[in-house]
């Protein structure tokens, strides 16, 4: 090959290269761990990305996008329309327990060690869980249906 068509050559590449497109984001820091199992990336401070909303959730497309979580778990589970926040947490004297969805509820206090300490019907859509005598330590709060756990709270008792 001549030299004349090796430029040639390099200019066809470049200029074929041009078109490529790959993800970007503006970041304000990253990292990448890997090891035997495999590989992980991360990035803090993406501001650009884009949002689809529908009756069956909300989409976002971007870099990395973040997970927020509000519960411990969840059921995923399409049939089942329910929707349960307790506050204040932490807290020293009650909970308050919404839980608004159709169906029967059952809400039940466990400590640390997995025991039951209270179980209760949840009759309305606000419930008051009164935890005055319990030692300052962390609980789980979890809602049930027809036996099944529907979300699971930790709470922190000041």
Do not use: W
């Amino acid at each position: 090959m001549t030299f004349k068509g090796l430029i040639i050559a390099l200019i066809i590449a470049v200029i074929s290269c041009s078109n490529l497109k790959a993800q970007e984001s503006v970041n304000t820091a990253a990292f990448e761990a890997v090891g035997s199992g495999g590989s992980v990336s991360a990035s803090i401070g993406q501001v650009i990305y884009t949002s689809v909303s529908s009756s069956h959730g909300i989409l976002s497309s971007g870099v990395q996008q973040p997970v927020i979580t509000e519960v411990v778990s969840g059921l995923r589970n399409q049939n089942i329309k329910i929707e349960s926040k307790i506050y204040p947490n932490p807290t020293s004297n009650e909970l308050k327990l919404e839980v608004k969805g159709i169906g029967s509820y059952l809400y039940q206090l466990f400590d640390a060690n997995g025991n039951i300490l209270k179980s209760h019907i949840v009759e309305t859509p606000e419930t008051v869980i009164d935890i005055r005598e319990l030692p300052a330590a962390i609980y789980f709060i979890n809602v049930n249906s027809k036996g099944k756990v529907l979300k699971s709270f930790k709470v922190l008792k000041q």
